[in-house]
């Protein structure tokens, strides 16, 4: 429908042009002629007026002029200004279904730009929605890794500090231990010093005790020694004659070291007899003893006096018994060993 409607508009065009066949640049050339021709006549006329009636009167006259022609111009104009409006409007007219059509065709094209460009506008929005909720997400996202981050290197610096903690608690208890154990071991060390010195203080009065108990010993046997040899002495004299004899040599009445009980016959009990033979410096006490239980046998005390023969015979025979007791005692401690 278009093309018929711009069709029409072409044929009114063309009609107007038939009815206004007037030529603007040929009326152009008209004006311009006339206005030459008109000016050159007026000079003429001027000079010829300035030498007849006056330079004033033909001044004035030719202002006069020059009104009438402008006046004359100005209708030209007019009438050529009238033309162009006329031609214009009709040109205006004509084009005028063509401009509507053409308007609303733009307007429609606007219109479709409008809308594609707003589907458009509302795709690219909806696409910047989607890349900024995307962005948001990855921004949420990075966020909750970062906070996951943080809380883990938090845990991670807090578990740092509780081990530290629990380090330098335990290199305090460490140290306190050291410390405590430097101080039991200064003290053991004390206590082992004042032990030694204790220790030495007592070997040493143990050793001078040992050397008073030697001492004593020694003084105590040789005064044994001493006494065994007069109480030997005085045996022996005895029994070199035993039909005369009266008397017994009772051997010394030393305290008992096993607190025995008192012997009804002899004063002297059977450890007092073993000391008194140990006081006799031998190194084979058993020889000696085997010696003694010869010169004690109740058969030679047979023929001592009546006087004194029961107290002498009961003596000796107490003594010979203790003497083979003594025997006796020094064999079984010699298988033994």
């Known amino acids: 429908m278009e093309p018929q409607i711009l069709r029409q508009v072409d044929s009114l065009f063309e009609t107007a042009q038939r009815l206004l066949p007037v030529d603007q640049d040929r009326l152009h050339r008209i004006y311009k002629n006339l206005s030459s021709g008109y000016n050159s006549t007026l000079k003429q006329a001027h000079a010829i007026f300035s030498r007849n009636i006056g330079a004033k009167a033909a001044t004035r006259t030719q202002q006069a002029w020059n009104a009438i022609y402008q006046s004359l111009l100005g209708v030209g104009d007019f009438f050529l200004r009238c033309v162009k409006a006329v031609k214009s409007s009709a040109l205006w007219i004509a084009h ?181 033979y140990e006081a006799s410096g031998v190194d084979d006490l058993q020889e000696l003893l085997e010696k003694e239980k010869l010169e004690w046998h109740p058969d030679k005390f047979g023929r001592c006096p009546s006087s004194s023969r029961e107290m002498i015979q009961a003596k000796v025979t107490e003594m010979f018994k203790i003497i083979q007791a003594l025997l006796d005692e020094s064999r079984q401690s010699r298988k033994e060993n």
């Not at 005790?209 to 003084?219: C, D, L, M, P, V």
């Not at 029994?239 to 002899?266: G, H, I, K, S, Y």
Request: charged share 35%.
């Open 96 to 276: 005028l279904p063509k401009a509507t059509i053409t308007a609303i065709s733009q307007w429609m094209n606007r219109t479709s730009q409008a809308i594609s460009t707003g589907v458009h506008a509302i795709l690219a929005a909806i696409k910047l929605f989607l890349k900024v909720l995307g962005f948001g997400i990855l921004v949420v996202l990075s966020l909750v890794v970062l906070s996951i981050a943080v809380q883990a290197v938090v845990r991670i610096y807090r578990r740092y500090q509780h081990e530290e903690q629990l380090r330098i608690q335990r290199e305090l208890r460490a140290k306190h231990r050291r410390e405590e154990a430097e101080r039991q071991a200064r003290i053991r060390e004390e206590a082992e010093r004042g032990q030694r010195r204790a220790e030495e203080h007592r070997r040493q009065e143990q050793e001078r005790k040992r050397r008073e108990e030697a001492q004593r010993r020694r003084q105590t046997g040789e005064n044994k020694r001493k006494v065994y040899k007069q109480w030997l002495a005085q045996r022996e004299a005895l029994f070199a004659c035993r039909e005369a004899m009266t008397r017994f040599p009772d051997p010394p009445d030393w305290p008992c070291t096993a607190a025995c009980p008192d012997n009804e016959v002899l004063k002297a009990c059977r450890h007092t007899i073993k000391r008194l």
